[in-house]
């Protein structure tokens, strides 16, 4: 059975930093492409950086996180990374992981990042 557990947020001032933990745990982790999805209270979730399988050589951002956000992996631990700077209230949401593009496992709890003075 595939779990997903994300931690790392939390309360931070605007032009702070963070970074995000996603452990995936009962799959070859290695082989999927994975993204990390946010969603604020009473919007649509949105991706907001993904990356490619193996390596992880390919990356992509959603333009409002771009120069900000980094999205890292490390199979050896089954886990994808977000590292986030430069925080602003805009970025309070809820975080979470999921295999890119077709979200093939059960959603995890996600990780409230909120950003605020």
């Known amino acids: 059975q595939v779990q997903l557990v994300e931690s790392g947020g939390g309360l931070v001032q605007p032009g702070g930093s963070l970074r995000l933990s996603c452990a995936v745990s009962g799959v070859t982790f290695s082989i999927y492409a994975m993204g990390w999805y946010r969603q604020a209270p009473g919007k649509q979730r949105e991706l907001v950086a993904r990356i490619g399988s193996g390596s992880g050589v390919y990356r992509n951002y959603a333009d409002s996180v771009r120069g900000r956000f980094t999205i890292s992996r490390d199979n050896a631990k089954n886990t994808v990374y977000l590292q986030m700077s430069s925080l602003k209230p805009e970025d309070t949401a809820v975080y979470l992981c999921?295999?890119?593009?077709?979200?093939?496992?059960?959603w995890g709890q996600g990780t409230q990042v909120t950003v605020s003075s």
């Open positions: 999921n295999s890119f593009p077709n979200n093939s496992f059960k």
